[in-house]
């Protein structure tokens, strides 16, 4: 069948299937302005949103700083001195190799998802994971790392884990797509999220993927050896940021 067209005062015949093709190039350009207009509209809120929380979160860290000197003085003024709370977060990385590993051992590191050589995962401090951490300690250096060093980690060598890909972070849309549910949409939200161990901590640290880090500068001795006898291995506390700032 033909539908017919007119065209200047006369009437022409137009296929059927060309018509209905015609009609439905046409719908599908108009849903793809729209749909440009509210993407461009949505960008827009989201930036204003991601400055607003970036301030915020400006504020919130300037607060904890000013909070911890206050506190410290505050000691030293009654000749007593202040203990800092213990960390929530742990930055693991591992130093050695497969190389004669007990079975378990290997499975506990497949678990923490260590599985190569200078891989290294952000962790919750609790019973559990200190508990796995002990058994595997010849094989780890980790510590406590601080506000600048989680950030250099994401901004620098953060990857996503989606469908299994490893997906460079180079867009807010692909932690929004992702993590949007739980409220974290940039790339400041999961920083937040892992440096302070929120709610959400456990799906924004399985959303990174393992980061890949550099060999140490200038070499890593005595790997065999704990941390506290001169060696490499075990728990280095806040001079985990200094071994950070060699592999990054």
Known sequence: ???????????TGVPE???????????????????????RKKAKENRAAIFKKAEAYVNEYRAQEKDLVRLKREAKSKNGF????????????RIRGLNKVHPKTKKILQLLRLRQINNAVFLRVNK???????????YIAFGYPNLKSVKELIYKRGHAKI?????????????????????????????HEIYSVGPHFREAS???????????????????????????????????????????
């Open 1 to 11: 069948s033909v539908a017919l067209f007119p065209v200047l005062g006369k009437m």
């Open 17 to 39: 299937l060309l018509a209905k093709k015609r009609k439905r190039d046409e719908q599908f350009a108009a849903q793809k302005a729209a749909a440009a207009v509210e993407g």
């Open 82 to 93: 202040y203990v800092e709370p213990e960390s929530k977060l742990l930055f693991v990385i």
């Open 128 to 138: 559990a994971t200190l508990g796995l951490l002990k058994r595997v300690e010849p």
């Open 163 to 191: 469908n299994g890909n490893r997906i460079p972070l180079t867009d807010n849309k692909l932690i929004e797509q992702n993590l949007g549910k739980f409220g974290i949409i940039c790339m400041e939200d999961l920083v």
């Open 206 to 248: 399985n959303f990174l993927w393992p980061f890949k880090l550099n060999s140490a500068l200038g070499g890593m001795d005595k790997k065999r050896l704990h941390y506290v006898e001169g060696g490499q291995a075990g728990n280095r506390e806040g001079e985990i940021n200094n071994l950070i700032k060699a592999m990054n």
